[in-house]
Nanobody, 122 residues
């Protein structure tokens, strides 16, 4: 069974940085594309970033140039480095893994973590 566990969330001032990590259990990590999504209170969950099996990357326009996604297949982890954080980045952040390839759509992912909270104060 595949399980995803996010870590690294917290409270940070605007302009600061956080590094989220997604640990994926199971022997087939290298077969998964992994995405990050976020959900702010009262809003729908939205795409943030994704990385393919071959480490191609994709970003939402709102985070492009500020966030960087990477994967370490030896450690079964995907990281999301978040710089120049803004109050509007405040949300619960979720990682998800899927076998059908990198996508901006939630339905393409098969497994989800429980989320980690990121709060950016102004």
């Amino acid at each position: 069974q595949v399980q995803l566990v996010e870590s690294g969330g917290g409270l940070v001032q605007a302009g600061g940085s956080l590094r989220l990590s997604c640990a994926v259990s199971g022997p087939t990590f290298s077969s998964f594309a992994v995405g990050w999504f976020r959900q702010a209170p009262g809003k729908e969950r939205e795409f943030v970033s994704a990385i393919s099996r071959s480490a191609y990357t994709s970003y939402a326009d709102s985070v492009k140039g500020r966030f960087t996604i990477s994967r370490d297949n030896a450690k079964n982890t995907v990281a999301l480095q978040m710089n120049s954080l803004k109050p509007e980045d405040t949300a619960a952040y979720y990682c998800a893994a899927g076998l059908t390839g990198m996508s901006r759509y939630e339905t393409r992912y098969d497994y989800w973590g429980q989320g980690t909270q990121v709060t950016v104060s102004s």
